[in-house]
């Protein structure tokens, strides 16, 4: 079996619903839960035996230990992390307990498990860290796109975490040869996207009529990516990347922000007319007739990173892997999924989930 820590969150859910869609390999599947943790994005698995859910933290020594004893992994696949970089500027300290500390312990413990094993399990075990490429820092308009020898330079509480971690599970592989490896991957959307993030947040204050926020002049370009890529880029890796290697995983989709959310709007006009909602500009009272209306520019992030790029030659070359979606069919794939699931929005929108993980655990640790 695979241990997948963060299998809650959106990009681990959907690693773990394709997974369990493409094999009969089991996946134990740790979260604690936090606020961008969503048991509901995994409902279709309930009562798939492949698959079990353990609620507790990637911070708690104990827990890991026994979960690799009981469980001898094959392999760990690690999205365990606080994730959201306007949360690390009001917030940093969780970033790095969970993205640095957390690390560090779940390292500690696969090393414990893995110098337990002998022969061929030992030779098979892959520790596979994912991360992003904020870590290489932001880019001028002519640079060249971020390659994996790119030298880091992290901007946010949130990539500076994201950078730590990445040399904690490096040095592992150097220093004690254990078998790692790390994806830096782009910006991600699609299904199950906590709607804190760009693009569902855009989705989401579209139609109830509110204001559409665009950080500064709305000219940043990040290089998107359709999760179910991402999550095939990954499973490629673990299959046949070359341990203490890292890999680029991207989609080659650069878009400044305003354009983005011009997109977002030009498809739900498409999709989910206003008129036919009688969705109504929060501000103004008015009628809205075409949601791009919403668009209000607002103050910027501090320290915003101006442009993201990713090289993925790498992983194409060496190991075969391309992106299946173009961003045309994946964003239009995005916004019909959050149309037909209202009720996942709602839930995770008035905190009806989290109400229910405080009625199923209790609190306290399963
Ligand atoms: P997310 O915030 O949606 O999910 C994170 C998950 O981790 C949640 O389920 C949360 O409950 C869980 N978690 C948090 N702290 C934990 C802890 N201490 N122990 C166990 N579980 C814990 O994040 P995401 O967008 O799915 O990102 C997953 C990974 O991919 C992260 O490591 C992130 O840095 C990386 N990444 C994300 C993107 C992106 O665009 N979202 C891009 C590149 C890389
Ligand atoms: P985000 O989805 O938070 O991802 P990241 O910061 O990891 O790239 O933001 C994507 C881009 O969109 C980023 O340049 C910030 C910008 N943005 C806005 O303009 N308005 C918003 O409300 C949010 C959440 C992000």
Redesign the pocket.
Known sequence: MILV?????????NFVLQWCNNGDEPVLN?????Y???LANLQSLVGNTQHRFVH????DSQLLAKLFAEHQPRAVV???????VDRSITGPEAFV???VV?TFRLLEAARTYWNSLEGAKKNAFRFLH?????VYGTLEPNDPAFTETTPYAPNSPYSAS?AASDHLVRSYFHTYGMPVLTT??????GPF??PE?LIPLMIVNALAGKALPVYGDGQQIRDWLYVED?CSGIRRVLEAGTCGETYNIGGWNEKANIDIVNTVCSLLDELAPPASRQVIHQQTGKKVEHYAELVTYVTDRPGHDRRYAIDARKIERELGWKPAETFDTGIRKTVAWYLANQDWVKDVINGSYRDWVTQQYGGEKA
Do not use: M, P, Q, R
């Open positions: 820590t963060g299998g809650a969150g959106f990009i681990g859910s740790l979260d604690a839960l936090t961008a943790g969503n507790g933290s990637i911070c690690h999205f365990a992390a606080e994730s959201h307990e969970t993205n957390g994912v991360s992003t490429d904020e994201k830096n991957c782009s910006n991600n959307y996207h906590f993030k991402h």
